[in-house]
């Protein structure tokens, strides 16, 4: 199984759609987890931390499900600019990062 | 706001020959990784260092590879003999001692082509 499980897409969507990203991590000791957007041959960029009670960020939403090892990520009100590499990371208890193969999103007209 | 730079943006080198990638991190983080993505592919974690020692590493982090930081701001990554499939986009990042959500801060990386 693989560490953290994303699907690769993509998403294509219409400007002002909402689109809803899902991933699965398979250690339980993972400690914290995180979106990150990558955009093409950049760099990952850290999008937001995910918690439990769940966190907004503007038209972002994501949400931590420790019990069922799942986290997501809500994308409201799609701009062209979303158009990216989102990234599900997910640090383990050593602190290094262990990352998805990212979920592609293209934003179109 | 505070960033991690890298150098070069990109480097090209012939196969067996000797890089160096330069990294400086964030002026108040004290750990440090190294990732690497081929094209196409996911992110790898390489190796993290703190306190001037290798914390971790992976199985890709093998002899061919080392990391030091020869002074108060550099942190660079060596490879001895390049492969090949060294070819990659290389990053750095870093993360600061405590507190907050443990968030990493990545370089803008560097490109290695190995011919």
């Known amino acids: 199984r693989k560490e953290v499980e994303q699907d690769p897409g993509p998403f294509n969507v219409p400007e002002g759609a909402t689109v809803a990203f899902n991933c699965t991590y398979s250690?339980?000791?993972?400690?914290?987890f995180f979106w990150y957007r990558q955009d093409c041959r950049k760099e990952p960029k850290l999008l937001m931390s995910?918690?439990?009670s769940g966190n907004e960020d503007g038209r972002f939403t994501a949400q931590l499900n420790r019990a069922s090892q799942y986290i997501s990520l809500l994308i409201r009100d799609s701009k062209l600019s979303d158009s990216a590499t989102y990234l599900c990371?997910?640090?383990?208890?050593?602190?290094?990062?262990?990352f998805g193969s990212g979920t592609r999103l293209l934003v179109r007209p | 706001e505070p960033e991690v730079t890298q150098t070069p943006s990109h480097q090209v080198t012939q196969m067996g020959q000797e890089v160096i990638l330069r990294c400086v991190p964030i002026s108040n983080h004290l750990y440090f990784y190294w990732y690497r993505q081929i094209l196409g592919q996911k992110v790898e974690f390489l190796v993290s260092f703190y306190n001037n020692e290798i914390s971790e590493k992976s199985e890709i982090f093998d002899d061919q590879f080392s990391v030091e930081r020869p002074d108060g701001s550099n942190f660079t990554l060596k490879i001895r003999s390049t492969k090949l499939e060294d070819s990659a986009m290389y990053f750095c990042?870093?993360?600061?001692?405590?507190?907050?959500?443990?968030?990493?801060?990545f370089g803008p990386g560097t490109r290695l082509t190995v011919l």
């Open positions: 990371v997910v640090m383990d208890s050593s602190y290094k990062l262990i």
């Open positions: 990042a870093s993360r600061a001692l405590a507190g907050g959500d443990n968030e990493q801060f």
């Open positions: 250690n339980s000791a993972s400690q914290s």
């Open positions: 995910v918690y439990s």
